[in-house]
């Protein structure tokens, strides 16, 4: 018999159940379920196990997970129609009827069988809570703990972004983005492809943006300091259309959905360099496509009607190749110096009757935003464009802080929250101390941070609340130059955004969250040789004590089978000193201090930042004699 506990204890509970049966991973799954019901026993996965499926969109995820279950667990499962008898994985849209939510799904694994009820994308992630499910690798065992889901998101929209203006990445890795996105019940990759270091979208009737406004001359190098030291070497490339076009196709077989940003009226100086009569005043130019990074004055020109001509025909082929009801237009940081002395923005302000340059600014929005409704689209853009007037049928992606979002959905607008204030800016460094990460931005975005955050304000009302349509995390990457650095930048994070979108509130628990669904699935990473910035030590933090001894007990490796090593002497902590396995007591000798360090290292090498706690005994030597 089933007894149904609250998700907590179910996860307690299977937590308790697992070590008393050490063969059967904890089912530790992110985002965290709504509903969770604990079984008994276990499915086997052998060879005699068959996957079926109802119809022919079933079947094209029946086979996605026959092709993930042969490459991780080299087991080759047939897949055919209406299976029937022992050992079968149903993956099964005919079951889905009172599943309301498109995305929503129920997943039942007893002893006898699988079911996988939903359609399209729930049926995709009853397979991605499945994938959890199994164990990571052939040798833990062939087992999936008998456990009853039901299980649909909180958002509808939940993005993670990826800036390839400032450093660019190949398609293959732009795949594996998209698969991340996909495992942690993402929908949608909002792909930056215009800055001012660099246009990234073949236009074909706009060769020069992939011959010039595809390559700067050099890049910065280290920090952001003027005069910088730069790198001397060409940089750049641009994806085709027929490339942009793969990686659409990739996405949507994953249900994903990939939103295009064409960066305007600012962000333009690449493309102005490739094409300047677009710049303001008489004789414009000449522009080159940054080196450094920052908010640029060398915006497009919003008097000239040229500027509108060749805005409209990118977005003909963008729209042609992407065919998300959402377009991103930028509107973000557009300096108004150039427009304020152009003749060209001036007479536009007159002819149209317009108060300032501020209100030129939503005249352009206001004008494109025409342009694409008319090709049966919507537009999206940063929270600026609320400035001089919001365009009619705008999404305000709020990311200055919550005031932007919640100034558009007082307005009846739709918002996605990627506030920077809610940690949702994965450029910032993921813990305090600088010397301690890598190169980044500046900021503080930690994974607790992340976790914390609501994105839907309390400050409205419940019917302006129905306009959070989402919540999206934007990896800028200034200082992102690989796809490595990408990874280590997106993960541990990404599990934390994956939560606050898809869980409801009540339901998240930063405990459980951290210290044992993190652990499990960071340990998944490092088998796969992803990278990932491995978190500190759990159970301690930098700290000074005051006292003659102290006792470091409790603390836990942030990697499921990871080890923790310390050292005494303020020397960095390796796999050449001490292991912590219990208990560890320091004794301080009157007036003097230890410095406790102590670093967790991952099954395979990879490691965390140290933690320091240091011991005073403030005692005097003298004092402590009698
Ligand atoms: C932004 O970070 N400029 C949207
Ligand atoms: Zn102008």
């Given amino acids: 018999m089933k007894k149904i506990y609250s998700f907590l204890l179910a996860m307690w509970c299977l937590v308790t159940y697992a070590l008393a049966q050490e063969t059967t991973p904890v089912p530790a799954i992110i985002p965290a379920p709504d509903v969770l019901q604990v079984g008994d026993g276990n499915f086997t996965l052998s060879a005699a196990t068959r996957i079926a499926y109802d119809s022919d969109a079933d079947r094209e995820i029946a086979v996605f997970f026959q092709a993930y279950v042969r490459e991780a667990l080299q087991l080759d499962l047939p897949v055919q129609p209406n299976a029937t008898g022992a050992s079968v994985i149903h993956f099964a849209s005919k079951k889905a009827g009172d599943i309301t939510n498109p995305e929503g799904y129920e997943l039942v694994v007893s002893p006898g069988g699988i079911a996988l009820h939903g359609k ?83 236009i074909k009737k706009y060769p020069k943006l992939a011959e010039v406004a595809a390559f700067r001359d050099q890049t910065l190098i280290g920090r952001n300091r003027r005069p910088g030291m730069y790198d001397g070497a060409r940089y750049g490339g641009f994806y085709t259309q027929e490339e942009a076009r793969e990686v659409v196709a990739y996405a949507a077989a994953r249900y994903v959905t990939v939103i295009p940003e064409i960066e305007l009226p600012g962000h333009a100086q690449a493309a102005l360099t490739a094409y300047p009569h677009l710049g303001c005043g008489e004789n414009p130019g000449p522009y080159h496509v940054a080196q450094h990074w920052g908010v640029f004055e060398e915006v497009f020109c919003a008097g000239k009607e040229e500027t509108f001509t060749f805005l409209e025909d990118v977005l003909d082929e963008v729209i042609a190749i992407f065919p998300s009801a959402y377009i991103h237009i930028g509107g973000d940081e557009c300096p108004k110096d150039r427009w304020e002395t152009c003749p060209y923005c001036q007479k536009r302000i007159k002819d149209e009757g317009l108060a300032d340059e501020h209100e030129l600014q939503s005249y352009v929005i206001h004008r494109i935003e025409k342009y694409v409704n008319s090709k049966g689209r919507r537009i999206i853009g940063w929270d600026e464009i609320l400035e001089g007037g919001l365009a009619p049928d705008a999404t305000v992606m709020s990311w200055r802080g919550e005031a932007g979002g919640i100034d558009a959905a007082k307005l009846g607008h739709d918002v996605i929250m990627t506030a920077n204030s809610y940690g949702l800016y994965f450029d910032h460094k993921q813990g305090p101390d600088v010397n301690r990460e890598p190169l980044n931005i500046g900021g503080l975005s930690t994974l607790q941070k992340v976790y914390s955050a609501d994105p839907t304000p309390q400050a409205l009302s419940a019917a302006e609340k129905k306009h959070i349509i989402g919540v999206q995390a934007n990896v800028w990457t200034e200082y992102i130059e690989t796809p490595n650095k990408v990874e280590f930048t997106i993960f541990p994070r990404l599990f934390a955004l994956s939560e606050i979108a898809w869980t409801d509130p009540a339901k998240k628990n930063w405990q459980d969250f951290s210290t044992l669904r993190v652990p499990a699935h960071l340990a998944r990473l490092d088998r796969t040789e992803t990278v990932y910035r491995v978190p500190e ?11 003659s001894e102290h006792t470091f007990n409790q603390l836990r490796s ?69």
Avoid at 537 to 547: H, K
Wanted: aromatic residues 12%.
């Fill in 558 to 626: 942030s990697v499921a089978g990871g080890k923790i090593y310390y050292t005494i002497d303020n020397f960095d902590p390796s796999d050449t000193d001490l292991e912590y396995r219990e208990a560890v007591k320091v004794v301080v000798p009157p007036g003097e201090e230890r410095v406790f360090k102590a670093t967790v290292i991952a099954p395979s090498g990879r490691r965390s930042n140290y933690v320091r706690a240091v011991i005073v005994n403030s005692k005097r030597p003298d004092m402590a004699m009698n």
């Fill in 537 to 547: 030590v759990l159970g301690l933090q930098d700290t000074v004590i005051y006292a």
């Fill in 120 to 202: 399209g994308a729930g049926l995709f992630y009853a397979m991605q809570t499945l994938i959890q499910l199994l164990p990571s690798d052939a040798e833990a065992g062939l087992m999936v703990p008998a456990v009853t889901i039901r299980d649909a998101p909180r958002y509808a929209y939940r993005g993670l972004h990826l800036d390839v203006g400032r450093h660019m990445f190949p398609i293959s890795f732009i795949k594996k983005y998209i698969d991340f996105i996909a495992a942690y019940k993402l929908n949608t990759f909002h792909w930056h492809l215009t800055d001012d270091q660099g246009w990234r979208i073949e």
